[in-house]
């Protein structure tokens, strides 16, 4: 489903609030985490996973670790 969200000045940031019926729909309340992840098309919203932000770090941690050679090989 895609729906027009505007976005809104909340403190230092900018916040996004989701339809009711599509965080229904969703199973989202009040204080539940996402992730957002920037995407070629935009912003991709996923449920949060301790998981998933472990592997995240571990990811990045490489990355900066094999900078160089990483670059190298996307030549």
Request: hydrophobic share 40%; net charge positive; proline share 5%.
């Amino acid at each position: 489903m895609t729906r027009e969200i505007t976005l809104r000045q909340v403190g230092g940031s900018i916040g996004a609030t989701l339809p009711k019926e599509m965080a229904d729909r969703l199973h989202l309340s009040p204080g539940d985490r996402v992730f957002a992840v920037e995407t070629e098309q935009g912003i991709l919203l996923t449920p949060y996973d301790p998981q998933t932000e472990r592997a995240l770090a571990i990811a990045n941690r490489a990355a900066r670790k094999y900078r160089n050679a990483l670059r190298e090989l996307a030549k």
